[in-house]
């Protein structure tokens, strides 16, 4: 608004405003000091009446200008409590997600009496390759330990591969160094479940060395073992895509699709203690 008192617009009227008052002005004088003024009188009422109109505009505007301050404040307000209310309901969304997310771990601390949790969330991911490691807020001052099982309500993510005092890196299933004993949940045929740099771009990993004579099949569920003493038994990790020839007369192998989506798992829980647990990494496990 303060442009257009500035504007040729705004000058232009100012000087009809003053022509017409000075008319009507001169108007009123003659109209009762002249024998002409009824003559002049009927001549400048058209500018009486217009210098009456352009009084009641700018008096209409200075009014509006009066309640727009009114409304400014009203909607202040009003914006004030839209924001307080939208505060509360993203904190209510976040306390009924994590009441969620503790009432899984609930169910399988139920479930398994031994183990003991330490809650994490992802605070970073290492996007130079393909293994979807990430890093976790919680570190040696929390109890996690290096080669803690990883997991989430679904199942089995990886193990912790590095630890320091606030934070930890969490390797997952999709990493070729990483070993899990595990077993087809239909038909009990073991092997050993590791990462591969082709299949991890697609966010696949697989179970190497099944006996010839397996009876995996698509669609089953691979779960971990439990032996060796890293992994707890019972972990779902992930369900068989296809089964496929090892060559060279070293039996198959299966592709997995986890269980978990690696690439988007913000939050997990670390497995600090169970029952049969062994400080031995998951390479040297038989």
Known sequence: ??????????????????????????????????????????????????????????????????????????????????????????????????LAFYEDYLKIKKENESFEFQPAVVIGRDTSQPFGTFTINAGSSAGVSLYDPVITSAGLVGYVGEVSLTQSVVKTILNPTLNVSALDNRTVDSGNVTGDATLARDGLCKITYLPRENLVAAGDFIVSSGEGGVFPKGQIIGTVEQVKSSGNDLGYYAVI??????????????????????????????
Do not use: H
Request: proline share 3%; hydrophobic share 45%; no cysteine.
């Open 1 to 98: 608004m303060r442009f257009f008192f500035k504007s040729k617009r705004f000058k232009a009227l100012l000087s009809i405003i003053l022509v017409i008052a000075v008319l009507g002005g001169l108007a009123g004088v003659f109209m009762f000091t002249a024998p002409q003024s009824n003559i002049f009188g009927t001549i400048a009422r058209p500018f009486q009446s217009a210098a009456t109109a352009v009084s009641d505009f700018f008096g209409g505007i200075a009014n509006r200008f009066s309640n727009s301050g009114e409304f400014e404040q009203k909607n202040k307000e009003l914006q004030e409590k839209l924001d307080e209310a939208n505060y509360n309901l993203t904190d209510y969304e976040n306390v009924k997600r994590q």
């Open 257 to 286: 699709k986890p269980i978990v989506d690696i690439a988007t798992v913000d939050e997990v829980m670390v497995i600090t203690a169970f029952e049969g647990q062994k400080s031995l990494k998951p390479s040297e496990q038989k």
